[in-house]
Nanobody, 121 residues
Framework: QVQLVESGGGLVQAGDSLRLSCAAS????????MGWYRQTPGKQRELVAT???????NYADSVKGRFTISGDNAKNTVYLQMNSLKPEDTAVYLC???????????????WGQGTQVTVSS
């Protein structure tokens, strides 16, 4: 079994910064990619940023230049540094990962439970 545990959310003011962390644990052979998504009530879950284990990154246009995703392969952990936060960044941020549990298996996709980020104006 695999678990993704997020941390680092909270209540901040517009213009502040936060750093989210997501650690994967359990039966992990390797991880091909990890990422962050966010969701607000009544809206579809949207991609924020992703990173492959080789270091390739992808960002939503709305966060480019403000958010930075990074990973620590040795710790099976991904981080999201969020700067210049805006009220519209308020959401539950969810960690996502494509994980191989053996060298013979295909990747399985996992979600964390999410961490709340609230940005006040």
């Amino acid at each position: 079994q695999v678990q993704l545990v997020e941390s680092g959310g909270g209540l901040v003011q517009a213009g502040d910064s936060l750093r989210l962390s997501c650690a994967a644990s359990g039966s992990i052979f390797s991880i091909s990619a990890m990422g962050w998504y966010r969701q607000t009530p009544g809206k579809q879950r949207e991609l924020v940023a992703t990173i492959t284990m080789s270091g390739s990154t992808n960002y939503a246009d709305s966060v480019k230049g403000r958010f930075t995703i990074s990973g620590d392969n040795a710790k099976n952990t991904v981080y999201l540094q969020m700067n210049s936060l805006k009220p519209e960044d308020t959401a539950v941020y969810l960690c996502n990962a494509d994980i191989y549990y053996s060298k013979w298996s295909g990747p399985r996709n996992y979600w964390g439970q999410g961490t709340q980020v609230t940005v006040s104006s």
